[in-house]
């Protein structure tokens, strides 16, 4: 299994431009999770799907900020416009289901985003 | 709300010797999951050890094993015969049992571990 795959690892741009991360998650997790890893906030979720529907957005900072699944295999986390700010480790995570044994989330290796 | 605490910043070991990370957390629930993650200099974050807090056998996974103590809400990590590549970031993270539907994992704010050759 190849595990969630993101991509980019690494990306740096400027304020005002949009920014487009992707995730695979592993193939037959019905669950797939965006997080935000910053120095002050630590890990936090903004977003996560249940068979690519948004189930809970609430921790999506705000509008400039939206989150796409289209099928089970793909997904993207959209900031437009970027901002210095949003600077941090993005991860994907994905889980089988949500009851016993199959609930464990599986994260990605994240994308590092500089947003100067 | 659900909050996750890592009082040990910090922690340092020798090469071989046992090391134990603490973690406490707060709930009002009875049933939920524990887990560990470890995240290396690579940033990515890996899955150590993970318990079910009806079960009361402590969870183990080779040299990691986990000391849960229910009624104080502790759940601390314990690394027996510490190797240079356990040097990382150590997060302790609670989720909500499945029946609320919820799937966030709350973490802590870590807890970085270096290991002395």
């Known amino acids: 299994d190849a595990g969630v795959i993101q991509s980019p690892r690494h990306e740096v741009t400027e304020m005002g431009q949009e920014v487009t991360l992707r995730c695979k998650p592993i193939s037959g997790h019905d669950y797939l999770f965006w997080y935000r890893q910053t120095m002050m906030r630590g890990l936090e979720l903004l977003i996560y799907?249940?068979?690519?529907?948004?189930?809970?957005d609430s921790g999506m900072p705000e509008d400039r900020f939206s989150a796409k699944m289209p099928n089970a295999s793909f997904s993207t986390l959209k900031i437009q416009p970027s901002e210095p700010r949003d600077s941090a480790v993005y991860f994907c995570a994905s889980s089988r289901g949500q009851f016993r044994g199959s609930e464990t989330q599986y994260f990605g290796p994240g994308t590092r985003l500089l947003v100067l | 709300a659900q909050t996750v605490t890592q009082s040990q910043p910090e922690m340092s070991v020798q090469e071989a010797e046992t090391v134990t990370l603490s973690c406490t957390y707060d709930t009002s629930e009875s049933d939920y999951y524990l887990f560990w993650y470890k995240q290396p200099p690579s940033r990515q974050m890996i899955l150590v050890i993970r318990q079910e807090a009806y079960k009361q056998q402590n969870a183990t996974e080779n040299r990691f094993s986990v000391n849960f103590q229910k009624a104080a809400k502790s759940f601390s990590l314990k690394i027996s015969d510490s190797q240079l590549g356990d040097a990382a970031m150590y997060f302790c993270?609670?989720?909500?049992?499945?029946?609320?539907?919820?799937?966030?994992?709350?973490f802590g704010q870590g807890t970085r571990l270096t290991i002395n050759p």
């Open positions: 799907f249940n068979n690519n529907v948004p189930i809970d």
């Open positions: 993270a609670y989720r909500t049992p499945p029946i609320q539907g919820a799937q966030k994992l709350v």
